[in-house]
């Protein structure tokens, strides 16, 4: 066994992974066993944005045994981590700029050592790696230039100061890339090493300043090398004249005075190449690596592989095989493990995802071809130049061919009717898949949180904080006549389960549960009804994994997260069969202007109501006084006590009211923070995340509130002679009234009520609009003594509202966001490998799917009609590559696109056919009936009247508005109306 030789008087420690840090009084030899080498590597490679860049890195890695490399100027937006090829690359940059950036890219032999990445901004990461015995910290950065100003080089070195102090004294850190910065040649304390290279600048003193108060050691100043292999940089000037020599060393690696001995060489390597001013600098280091176990839960499964009828054949008579014993069992926990154990028998065996490589666009033939220009690098520059352009070249040549197999495959998909797999393709081609964003946590002082066990505590302590709250018993009464539940209704609950849905702990998927047979649905409805008779929950089916999704781009506190519930899907069943019994009461009792979570109604019903109202009433020159309420936390917010009492007198059953009582006064959470788990938290108020019955729930304790705040309430707008004073989706509310005074009435009432149920009104959030023809200036909307603030704009559900009711402001606003999604998919759309039709196919689904959202709440202009066209036309001239120089007419390009304009026709036959389905379902819409037909009191103006909705189809469909209702009420001449639609 190899060994080395410790002076441990010297001050320094044992190699990373070793024991050390003892403190003697004399010179003693200690034996250590030799580690195993590492070598990290620091590399500005001016861009990975280039296609080919990161192949490129990836290939010098495996040339020169790199296992770790570090890179500044990555230029790659957000922060994630991506696999590629047999390396797992880390990287942290701007969110929508291609500006600066760092990465780390980790082979596949070290990545599950990883415990911790934390994204600081674009110019710091950090990973925190498990060893043993101690972690290892690597911080990559990449430094201001001296072009930036002094306050921004003075706030870098401020943010990887704060850092460092957080890592743990006993930990290894490892501080490395491009800090612009020279420290020079020569000494300096114990931190930088006399075989620097040239001289010491301002930024050099900035660097040799943190690095002396940090306890770091610049460890490429250490080592006695020939100038070629200190250098990291070579300056534009260098060689500009005869004899010029411009290099400099401004890329470095620090490491902690304790372990410096462990890095036994830090020298670059000039032979190496990836088109870029800098040279690749490499470290040793000698670490011994824990050995970790396996988590067999983080298998990758393939549900789509029971689409095989084979392998789904498979899967059955395993699962009948596992599960024929059931019936001998009484306990309805063993019956329910019995289940769980036989479905992860069928998952590991049968549907464990193949490892298929990904096929890469890069060829051999251009890997070659970066060889080649490597070894020209140094004594061929003409030649270095003439490779460089036939690589680019070629890396056009193939992803051109990339493109062409991807839509190949996408059309094939088409003829196959595997719309899944034409989705996953375009967005692989768009660069749309979806990705976990990976954020950066803050405590209440601003300072990032690095520690795992922290940001864990934080959370915790956060969710607890979220759900804590004060909660008595609750008594259920003894009127237990809900009925057995029925085979059919199982069968039904388990046919209209989604696929793909992320499982609870339990990790029973779906997919596998519609696999039972007759015989073992009936086992699982004797399980259902012996739960559902005795109200008693399994206990596994009482906890939830919480995984926490940011809310928006650079999201830093807890807040600024949503938080997901995974729970179990046997628990889902059973709430889906519930769910159909209870929704008869809920529909009973909530009132018509409730838009959420009812069937038949969604955004645009609510759309429709409040769009169409408020503009007859402005046309009728009827003020209207407006409050957008935004509740803090809604949701989470909802007090069990006040639910069960809200149930209660809703009528539900006994039996319902005792498993909503156990689910919730039972539940509890783990919150799921980079694979770990924090402690169990009680959940002590708030509606269950992620329950099916969750939305009928928060409907009735919502409609509880608003019958007792807005009971024998005058205030309102008078439609029909009845005051119509709010509409709401879900906790999205209008409060509306036609006088000041009456909206300050009602949002008291509102607001007094809505504190006793526990819901709080967010100030900030909440906002005030007037709609009038008059200008009224001076009014205030006052909540909890503070002045809610007036809008002239705000988006509710999605759509732009303004004060002057005015669509046209919302159909630029739905233009230009299909415009925008438009040129983020062009590559699509533009390629000569895709039919017409599929792209047509494409257009409808990704770009007029936008465009069109709440259509039927739209009151068309002239002058908005022609912006819709126009937009459809400038969209098919792009897809046919059309310049507007050519002079092509609409006629012509409509020609090669093989059709007739479609943006107007859509819009006009939708708009038809939701008038007929408001007519043909009278007790279902009778507050959408009224709003458009019932009467406004008010008195028009003078002048021209403004279009109106109806007026709209009147014109389109040529007929009176009596003619309009009579035809609207029967589907056949609705169907003959739109056919002849010009």
């Known amino acids: 066994m190899a060994m080395f030789t410790l002076n441990s008087s010297s001050g320094v420690s044992s190699p990373i992974g070793s024991p050390g840090g003892a403190s003697m009084n004399s010179d003693v030899t200690i034996k250590v066993p030799f580690k195993q080498r590492t070598k990290i590597g620091i590399w500005n490679v001016r861009t990975m944005a280039q296609p080919g860049k990161i192949q490129n890195a990836i290939q010098e890695m495996r040339r020169i045994d790199l296992k770790i490399l570090g890179i500044s100027e990555m230029r790659w937006t957000g922060a994630n981590h991506c696999d590629i090829e047999d390396f797992k690359v880390y990287y942290s940059g ?122 770091l050691v610049i460890m490429n100043t250490f080592f006695e090398l020939p100038p070629r292999r200190l250098y990291t940089w070579t300056s534009p000037q260098d060689g500009k004249k005869e004899g010029l020599i411009v290099r400099n060393q401004i890329d470095y690696v620090l490491i902690n005075q304790r372990y410096r001995n462990s890095c036994k060489s830090a020298k670059t390597y000039p032979g190496a190449d990836i088109n870029s001013d800098h040279n690749l600098l490499v470290a040793e280091f000698r670490v011994q690596w ?49 289940i769980n154990t036989a479905i992860k028998k069928v998952k590991t065996e049968i549907l464990v995802r193949d490892p298929t490589k990904k096929k890469s666009w890069m060829t051999t033939e251009i890997l070659e071809l970066m060889e080649e220009r490597r070894i020209k690098k140094q004594h061929d520059k003409s030649g270095y130049k003439i490779i460089n352009t036939e690589i680019r070249r070629k890396i056009r040549e193939a992803k051109e061919l990339e493109l062409k197999e991807k839509c190949a495959e996408i059309e094939m998909a088409q003829r196959r009717y595997d719309s899944f797999n034409v989705h996953k393709k375009v967005r692989e081609i768009t660069g749309k898949l979806k990705k976990k964003t990976v954020g950066k946590l803050e405590n209440e002082q601003g300072e990032i949180i690095i520690d795992i066990n922290e940001i864990k505590e934080t959370w915790k302590n956060y969710v607890e ?66 739960i559902y008779n005795s109200g008693i929950i399994p206990h596994h089916w009482l906890k939830s994994e919480f995984i926490v999704l940011p809310k928006k781009q650079g999201a830093k506190r807890c807040s600024d997260y949503r938080t997901i519930s995974l729970m179990s899907h046997m628990l889902k069943l059973f709430l889906k069969i519930m769910h159909k019994r209870l929704y008869r009461i809920c529909e009973e009792q909530v009132s018509p202007t409730q838009f959420g979570f009812m069937k038949g109604l969604g955004t645009r019903d609510a759309l429709f109501s409040v769009q169409v109202l408020f503009q007859r009433c402005r046309d009728m020159n009827c003020n209207i006084f407006a409050c957008f309420i935004d509740y803090q936390k809604a949701f989470d917010k909802v007090k069990h006590n ?30 799921k923070i980079n694979q770990e788990n924090t402690d169990e938290i009680k959940i002590l108020q708030g509606v269950r995340q992620g329950c099916i019955i969750s939305p009928l729930i928060f409907n009735l304790y919502s409609e509880a509130i608003f019958q007792e705040a807005l009971e024998n309430m005058e205030e309102g707008i008078l439609l029909n002679g009845k005051r119509v004073n709010n509409f709401r989706y879900a906790d999205d509310t209008i409060i509306f009234a036609d006088t000041a005074e009456g909206l300050q009435h009602l949002m008291d009432k509102v607001t007094n009520i809505s504190r006793k149920y526990g819901l709080e009104v967010n100030i900030s959030k909440t906002k005030s609009m007037i709609i009038s023809k008059e200008k009224i200036e001076g009014v205030q909307l006052i909540i909890n003594n503070k002045v809610v603030e007036r809008v002239k704009t705000f988006t509710y559900l999605g759509t732009t509202l303004n004060e002057d009711w005015d669509h046209s402001q919302e159909i630029k606003c739905r233009i230009e966001k299909a415009r925008s999604a438009f040129n983020n998919m062009s590559k699509l759309f533009k390629t000569h490998n ?144 739109i056919a002849n639609i010009r």
């Open 642 to 671: 006040k639910m069960m009492e809200v149930l209660q007198d809703s009528g539900m059953d006994g039996k319902d009211l005792r498993i909503i009582k156990n689910l919730y006064w039972n539940q509890s959470a783990t919150i």
């Open 834 to 977: 895709l039919t017409v039709e599929m792209k047509m196919r494409l257009l409808r689904c990704y770009i007029f799917s936008i465009m069109l959202y709440g259509i039927e709440s739209w009151t068309l202009t002239g002058a908005t009609t022609s912006r819709l066209e126009a937009f459809e036309m400038w969209i098919y001239r792009r897809i046919l590559r059309i310049s507007w120089m050519d002079r092509i007419t609409n006629e012509s390009v409509l020609q090669r696109m093989k059709k007739d304009k479609e943006i107007m026709h859509t819009i006009k036959r939708r708009k038809l056919e939701y008038l007929g389905h408001i007519l043909r379902n009278e007790n279902k819409y009778h507050l959408l009936k009224c709003i458009l037909q019932g009467k406004v009191y008010g008195k028009r103006g003078v002048g021209r009247r403004r279009i109106s909705w109806l007026k709209n189809l009147r014109t389109w469909f040529a007929t009176s508005t009596t003619g309009l209702f009579k035809a609207a009420a029967n589907k056949i001449i609705i169907a003959r109306m």
């Open 290 to 338: 824990k050995k970790l176990k396996t988590n067999q839960s983080n298998k990758p499964y393939d549900y789509r592989k029971l689409k095989n009828q084979d392998i789904k054949k498979r899967a059955t008579e395993m699962l009948k095989k596992e599960l024929e014993h059931i019936k001998n069992s009484p306990e309805t926990d063993v019956k329910i493990d019995m």
């Open 465 to 530: 904080e979220l759900f804590a709250d004060q909660r008595n018993e609750h008594e259920i009464p003894n009127t237990m006549t809900g009925p057995d539940i029925l085979v059919q209704e199982v069968e039904a609950a388990i046919r209209s389960m989604k696929d793909g849905k992320a499982p609870g702990p339990d990790e029973v998927q779906t997919e596998i549960l519609k696999l039972l047979e007759e015989n073992f649905i009936i086992e699982l409805t004797n399980i259902y009804n012996n």
């Open 94 to 215: 701007l969110p929508k700029k291609l500006e600066y950036g760092v990465g780390i890219i980790v082979h596949k032999s070290i990545a599950p050592k990883v415990r911790n990445f934390v994204p600081i901004n674009e110019r710091i990461m950090l990973i925190q790696m498990e060893a043993a015995p101690v972690n290892i910290n690597i911080l990559q950065v990449y430094a201001p230039t001296s072009d930036h100003t002094e306050e921004e080089i003075n706030y870098f070195y401020t943010q990887i100061a704060s850092i460092t102090r957080k890592i743990p004294k006993k930990e290894v850190l490892i501080v490395m890339g491009d800090f612009n910065a020279k420290v020079g040649q020569g000494r300096t304390g114990n931190h930088i090493g006399p075989h620097g290279l040239g001289e010491r600048n301002k930024q050099g003193d900035k660097l040799s300043s943190f690095a002396g108060e940090n306890d």
